[in-house]
């Protein structure tokens, strides 16, 4: 199955200062290996960058620019999103639908707004998504600490069935592209 590695989000205003979120540079370092295995098999990779109007991740800031320590290479894709949802009004299924793709492996930040409405809508579009189950995070919200809310997002996405595709929750390092 064509797999294609979405990246969401690992901006550097997500990284740093009082709302950075949990374990931001050790989430990095998973995210790297894993495009560093998509590269080494073919498959595309999809840096995916939220932007807003005001703020903290306003296009061509620091803010904005994809988070230090994250590998990129001249053959990765980029997109720009101003939603949760990568695909809304962005490119991202016909870009996924031109390379052939079938399925996304998805890792990055905020889990439960961009990772879980991504993976949401791939599920509806029709692309069973491979969840880095370990490679995705966010920050505390008050009620949830980051770690409950990544566990709560694995559990749950892994539980939907309506879509047909179906989630499955892996450590980046179980994730393989091109089998």
């Known amino acids: ?8 989000d690992v901006q550097q205003g997500l990284c740093e200062g009082d709302d950075r ?9 998973r995210i790297n290996a894993l495009a560093a295995q998509a590269r080494a098999a073919g498959a ?3 840096f ?4 807003s109007t005001d703020g903290y991740l306003v296009h ?13 290479a001249p053959s990765d894709l980029r997109l720009r999103k101003t939603a949760a949802d990568a695909f809304h009004r962005t490119e991202l299924e016909a870009t996924l639908q031109r390379l052939g793709i079938a399925q996304v492996a998805i890792c990055g930040m905020h889990t439960e707004f961009c990772i879980d409405t991504t993976t949401r809508r791939a599920l509806a579009l029709g692309f069973p998504v491979l ?17 409950q809310i990544v566990r709560h997002h694995n559990a749950t996405l ?10 499955r929750a892996l450590a980046a390092a179980d994730i393989r592209f091109g089998d």
């Open 60 to 72: 061509g800031t620091p803010g904005w620019a994809l988070a230090q320590g994250l590998a990129t």
């Open 48 to 51: 995916v960058q939220h932007e």
């Open 1 to 8: 199955m064509n797999t294609a590695l979405l990246v969401i």
């Open 21 to 29: 979120a949990f374990a931001a540079a050790e989430t990095i370092v």
């Open 131 to 147: 969840l880095a189950a370990d490679a995705h995070t966010t920050r505390a919200n008050g009620v949830l600490d980051a770690e």
């Open 44 to 46: 595309p990779v999809i």
């Open 158 to 167: 892994t539980n939907i069935h309506s879509f047909g595709p179906r989630v």
